[in-house]
């Protein structure tokens, strides 16, 4: 359905007509429909998706829309949808909200609801803790098979989950059994016999990014959640982990392109943010850069010998900051996807030191030929190589080992990216160019 037609039936009054087809979209499908609606028309559309949806479809939708809900909704209305959401949606969509929207809201909550809503936000923003739902499926060791599942069918419905089921004995979790694994084995069986003791989990404390990298590597589908003493006290979905990746990846790109993090959408943000977000990083490298400016200008008296040296700084200066960047870029992805650690320095710094040299001599040796040919001067086209190579060769160096020293000083390897690296590269060019041609040319 498109919005034309949405907004067709809706004039025409033909309500049923849309509760009708709303019912057969997928709730982020509806979501997405109503974002591009006017706030006029928001909640008499709302009103029509199922009542078992529309809690979905809430959660979904973007914070001024919520928002605009919540003010033109009754308290029975407010009462059905956040009695529908699970605890960890609820608890996003309350952060997002204004402190004068949370404190009406919360007196439509129930106080066992309010008072595991208000323990998860104790969590630090970073936290496993802050991501998880309590709201899980508990199975015990003596249960027989027939037991469990009725129990599935009992809670299931009030469970964010139910093709991971979680075995507790004293409120400590000592196994976790599947449901497929329920299905195919015999009803007298005890789930103890079935259950897996051996399982990965993750610590309420623990870095969210961390837990969320999980999920990658192991493929699941839920993350059981334990705190200090061992006992289990939630679970972390898929879908929030996709959620905590994609933040994380978002950050990383704005770092790495010299610019504060902002997880607001791009066209939601005013131009006053984006330029704020954006002004820090580039006052700090530009006048970092005004350091490579200086060290030209120590080098007039070459500049007199040799005119056509200036010729060849931009060049030099771009083959050095890509260099640097590709390599940064390699190392930041494998950091980020815990393919690489600090454990691997020197493996990382060999292999790059290695690369430096192939690629630096295929450069080399194309300008060198390039400006024998084009100037007839060999000592120019020797020195231009030559700094070429040592160039690259520091370009790398320096590329591959700031992110993972900023990993070991637990900094955001992200910040080491093109741009900082760049004019880090560019100084170093500089000064190794003109060393050489004072060294070549026996310029004083």
Not at 87 to 112: C, G, H, R, Y
Not at 184 to 200: C, G, N, Q
Request: glycine share 4%; proline share 2%.
């Amino acid at each position: 359905m498109t919005k034309e037609i949405l907004l067709s039936l809706l004039n025409e009054k033909k309500y049923k007509s849309i509760h009708d087809v709303l019912s057969k979209y997928n709730a982020v499908d509806i979501a997405n429909l109503l974002s591009e609606l006017e706030m006029k028309d928001l909640a008499p559309v709302f009103r029509m998706i199922e009542k078992d949806k529309a809690a979905e479809v809430f959660s979904y939708m973007e914070n001024d829309q919520r928002e605009h809900l919540l003010n033109s909704f009754t308290n029975q209305e407010i009462q059905h949808i956040l009695d529908s959401m699970y605890t960890d949606d609820m608890i996003d969509f309350l952060e997002d909200m204004p402190a004068n929207v949370v404190k009406p809201l919360l007196e439509n909550i129930d106080s066992e609801t309010r008072a595991e809503i208000n323990k998860i936000l104790k969590y630090g923003e970073d936290s496993v803790g802050s991501i998880m739902t309590t709201e899980f499926v508990e199975l015990y060791p003596d249960m027989t098979v027939s037991e469990a599942l009725a129990r599935i069918k009992k809670v299931g419905i009030e469970s964010e989950t139910i093709y991971t089921c979680y075995v507790i004995e004293r409120r400590k979790l000592v196994g976790v059994v599947s449901a497929k694994k329920l299905l195919i084995s015999d009803d007298d069986v005890l789930i103890k016999d079935i259950m897996h003791e051996e399982f990965v989990f993750s610590h309420t404390t623990d870095d969210r990014e961390d837990a969320a990298k999980m999920f990658r590597k192991y493929g699941f589908i839920a993350l059981p959640v334990l705190d200090s003493e061992g006992l289990i006290v939630g679970i972390v979905t898929f879908d929030d982990a996709i959620d905590v990746l994609t933040e994380e990846t978002t950050e990383d790109m704005q770092k790495m392109a010299a610019m504060v993090a902002n997880d607001e959408s791009y066209l939601k943000t005013s131009v006053f943010t984006h330029a704020k977000n954006r002004i820090v990083w580039l006052l700090v490298l530009m006048l970092s850069a005004s350091v490579t400016g200086m060290i030209i200008s120590k080098y007039e008296k070459a500049f007199a010998v040799v005119p056509l040296l200036v010729s060849f700084i931009p060049m030099l200066m771009d083959t050095g900051g890509n260099c640097g960047s590709q390599s940064a870029t390699l190392i930041i992805r494998g950091l980020a996807v815990d393919e690489l650690h600090f454990s691997d320095f020197w493996k990382i710094i060999w292999k790059e030191f290695r690369v430096s040299l192939l690629v630096s001599a295929v450069l080399a040796l194309a300008n060198t030929l390039r400006i024998y040919i084009i100037y007839k001067d060999l000592a120019l086209a020797v020195v231009v190589g030559f700094s070429i190579i040592c160039t690259v060769i520091v370009a790398k160096m320096v590329g591959c080992t700031l992110p993972v020293l900023a990993k070991k000083l637990k900094m955001d390897p992200a910040i080491m990216a093109a741009p900082l690296i760049t004019t880090i590269v560019d100084t170093c060019s500089i000064i190794i160019y003109f060393k050489i041609a004072t060294i070549m040319f026996d310029i004083q």
